[in-house]
T-cell receptor
């Protein structure tokens, strides 16, 4: 069964550094998402992406964040200057064609630790 | 915007008992309600979902009910097994569903043998 994949599984960085989290969505999916989960808390929406542009973003997704689909398979989340409070598990998700099942499939996550 | 409340935050049951987790949502426009199971350190995985045109859906030991008037929905697990132990999240989504999921705060279910 196709799965969403993410790399790296764990990223440790210094405060103020830039990080790029990578995702490969399921190949025929058209809608892509980033969520984050601070340890022990609920999953929070960051941004959704469709047709090469952001379709919605949350108040968390400020100017320090950006997303990109640089080629036909990868979907990246960049944090320009990381803060301590950016430490969390970041999940990528994708969903399929219009009119089909709405299910969002989640990747295994990248644990970001900002020191 | 949408707000989803979930309770209880923890639930302990004996193997074979039933477990019920309840969620309420605030936006009457929400029309898609999935439930995700998350084992420790793993990704959330969809276990069942329901749309607003249906009042109940069942899949083996798992069922979900939806009350649109009251804006609440519930997950029911019967004949619980130790492998059901995990954190369960409800979520709600607007319109077509190809939009953000707004998650509840999660329920940690512990099934004791």
């Amino acid at each position: 069964e196709p799965e969403v994949t993410q790399t790296p599984s764990h990223q440790v960085t210094q405060m103020g550094q830039e990080v790029i989290l990578r995702c490969v969505p399921i190949s025929n999916h058209l809608y892509f998402y980033w969520y984050r989960q601070i340890l022990g808390q609920k999953v929070e929406f960051l941004v959704s992406f469709y047709n090469n542009e952001i379709s919605e973003k949350s108040e968390i997704f400020d100017d320090q964040f950006s997303v990109e689909r640089p080629d036909g398979s990868n979907f990246t989340l960049k944090i320009r200057s990381t803060k301590l409070e950016d430490s969390a598990m970041y999940f990528c998700a994708s969903s399929g064609l219009a009119g089909r099942n709405n299910e969002q499939f989640f990747g295994p996550g990248t644990r970001l630790t900002v020191l | 915007g949408e707000n989803v409340e979930q309770h209880p935050s923890t639930l302990s049951v004996q193997e074979g008992d039933s477990a019920v987790i309840k969620c309420t949502y605030s936006d009457s426009a929400s029309n898609y309600f999935p439930w995700y199971k998350q084992e420790l350190g793993k990704r959330p995985q969809l276990i069942i979902d329901i749309r607003s045109n249906v009042g109940e859906k069942k899949d083996q030991r798992i069922a979900v009910t939806l009350n649109k008037t009251a804006k609440h929905f519930s997950l029911h697990i019967t004949e619980t097994q130790p492998e059901d132990s995990a954190v369960y999240f409800c979520a709600a989504s607007l319109n077509t569903g190809f939009q953000k999921l707004v998650f509840g705060t999660g329920t940690r279910l512990l099934v004791s043998p």
